[in-house]
């Protein structure tokens, strides 16, 4: 059973850091690209961060650009978005998702349910 399950959110100040971790079972995560996304009340899902399988080459929104990082660590099968310098307007569920081949750009796949990040001193 493919299975996305995401943890590491919480309440943290403005300018502080999070890891968020993307753990995957019932399948081989580094064979497919994993995004993270994120959607905040009354707005639409937006696409953060994404990492291929076939040359590792990654992908930022510009508005995270330069504060967040995203990782594989293949021999336990998860992937990572480090959030560094984070602001209010950074809160929202985060969630993962597997696309359907090793290319961000292909469609996605499996969902995790979400871990919620809030940004408030």
């Known amino acids: 059973q493919v299975q996305l399950v995401e943890s590491g959110g919480g309440l943290v100040q403005p300018g502080g850091s999070l890891r968020l971790s993307c753990a995957a079972s019932g399948f081989r995560s580094d064979n497919y690209a994993i995004g993270w996304f994120r959607q905040a009340p009354g707005k639409e899902r937006e696409g953060v961060s994404c990492?291929?399988?076939?040359?590792?080459?990654?992908y930022y929104a510009d508005s995270v650009k330069g504060r967040f990082t995203i990782s594989r660590d293949n021999a336990r099968n998860t992937v990572y978005l480090q959030m560094n310098s984070l602001k209010p307007e950074d809160t929202a569920a985060y969630y993962c998702?597997?696309?359907?081949?090793?290319?961000?750009?292909?469609?996605?796949?499996?969902w995790g349910q979400g871990t919620q990040v809030t940004v408030s001193s």
């Open positions: 998702a597997s696309k359907r081949n090793s290319s961000c750009f292909s469609v996605d796949d499996y």
């Open positions: 990492i291929s399988s076939s040359d590792g080459r990654t």
